[in-house]
């Protein structure tokens, strides 16, 4: 019965489902957060006739990988993973990220905290 939930949850989020597989297997995060706000875009231009329903994803990643990365090379790492889904027609379209290190999550959740 899992299984067939696993296969139904591909078939209808291909690129959720790429992104989460791409991101776990490459960066190894200990927080991985995926929003799908395709929907507030889709009246966008450069969205008319498209009918995928993932084309704008905000991410939240944690991740070790990213010690000593400034932020524009985190994006690029992700950006990299996700080349193939950004090339194809219809496909992803925006990526907006917040990139964090463990230690600068930390920080984040304190400052939340207040």
């Given at each position: 019965m899992l299984r067939f939930f696993r296969r139904l949850s591909t078939m209808a989020t291909p690129i959720e489902d790429?992104?989460?597989?791409?991101?776990?297997?490459?960066l190894a995060p200990t927080k991985l957060v995926i929003h799908n706000?395709?929907?507030?875009?889709?009246?966008?231009?450069?969205?008319?006739?498209?009918?995928?329903?993932?084309?704008h994803f905000?991410?939240?990643?944690?991740?070790?990988?990213f010690e000593g990365l400034r932020l524009p090379a985190r994006h690029?790492?992700?950006y990299d993973l996700m080349k193939e889904e950004m090339q194809r027609e219809?496909?992803?379209h925006a990526l907006q990220m917040k990139t964090r290190t463990e230690e600068e999550d930390g920080r984040e959740e304190e400052r939340n905290k207040v």
């Open positions: 790429a992104l989460r597989q791409k991101i776990t297997t490459a706000d395709s929907h507030l875009h889709a009246h966008h231009k450069a969205m008319v006739g498209n009918t995928s329903r993932e084309t905000r991410l939240e990643v944690t991740s070790a990988k690029r790492l992700v219809g496909g992803l």
